[in-house]
């Protein structure tokens, strides 16, 4: 038990893993009368686990944000990261969204057998809720997300886990002015602010030690309740987002951190692994914030000055592999109901696939809506997200580590291009 103890957070994370596949199988299989109860420990535990990482956010959000801005300083430099920020998660969306396109039209995983796979599959499932939601936003609000970015009212958009472009946007501010008052105050509130966040980060690993157990039971409770049969039936749309996925994770984003940053992409999948593993385990990049500060600060080397600003900013407004998902969900359902689109229509998914992840809140399974959303547009029916709902969780986890990781590799892009030497180099 030691020995597993001193081993690096993420083979503790790994074996974690594993061990939940293998015990959740085994509840799902053989547990009979008890499965319930062992059903409720697992969901429980997971979310304490959830919970414990959630307290965080709020105080982190703003501690880490208001000491990023404070500590840049000059209005100039702040566009300037504030330009070179927007670009790289612009950049690598689009591309991301671009890799879906290619590989949906290339599989054409709404075709089964020369079939429509509305007609192959037939799945329950119940998308009312989400349809209420898509209800209330509608296309034409999509530009309007950015809304969202003033808030009436900074603590009921605190206390929103989806609306956290609010606070962002206050504390960019606050942090802003904050060097702009007379300098005993303003020195005063940045060594308050510093505190504050050096104590949250230290909060923060605290929580991290438990992500074996977290994980353990979060992923457990899942695989419990999911049985395979539904993988099978769905195995070529799965497969499409996996390789769309896998092609950005493991050849796109790789190259930009190669031949961007020169910095050695091997390292810095190392330097992620316990926020990647995060990720995938809770299907929440907000959830998984406090992680990605901490390794991408202690591990990759980024200076608090640029990982306190771009993380925080990326986790909530660039989502690379939701967007890719978005497009490749939003195509597949088109084929599946035999729906044609245009080579414009598909330019328009892609544009707004961009638009909506901005938007698109960090939580588990939060695409959905979007995914509503533009089917709406192009009149493809909205009863076809049941197509894939059974499989959207085990998906989620996967795009929400990618999110993650392109979050990461936008800090390391922007801290080489702003000089730092410290980051891991090839
Ligand atoms: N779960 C994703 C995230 O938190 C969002 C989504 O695609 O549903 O990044």
Known sequence: MRKLLQLKLHWQVLIALALAVLVGTLTREFAGDYQPQLLAGYKFTGSLFINALKMLIVPLITASIITGVANIGKKASIGRLGGKTMLYYMATSLVAIFVGLLMVNLINPGVINGQLAKDVIHLPGDASQILQNAQVRQPADILNLFKD??????????????????????????????TRITAKYASTMKNLWQAIFEIMMRITSLVMKFTPIGVFALVAGIVTTSGPEVFKLLIWFILTVLAALLIHFLVVLPLVLRFIARVNPWRHYQAMAPALLTAFSTASSAAT????????????????????????????????????FECVAVIFIAQAYGVPLSFAAQFIIVFIALLTSIGVAAVPQASLVAIVVIMKKFDIPDEGIVLILAVDRFLDMCRTSVNVFSDSCGAVVIGRSEGEKKILLG
């Open 149 to 178: 970015m003033i808030p009436a009212n900074i603590f009921a958009a605190a206390a929103d886990n989806g609306q956290l472009i609010g606070l962002i946007f206050f504390c960019l501010l606050f942090g802003f002015f904050m």
């Open 289 to 324: 914030l406090p992680v990605t500060l901490e390794c991408v600060e202690k591990n990759a080397g980024v200076s608090n000055k640029i990982t306190s600003f771009t993380v925080p900013l990326g986790t909530t407004i660039n989502m690379d592999g939701t967007a890719l």
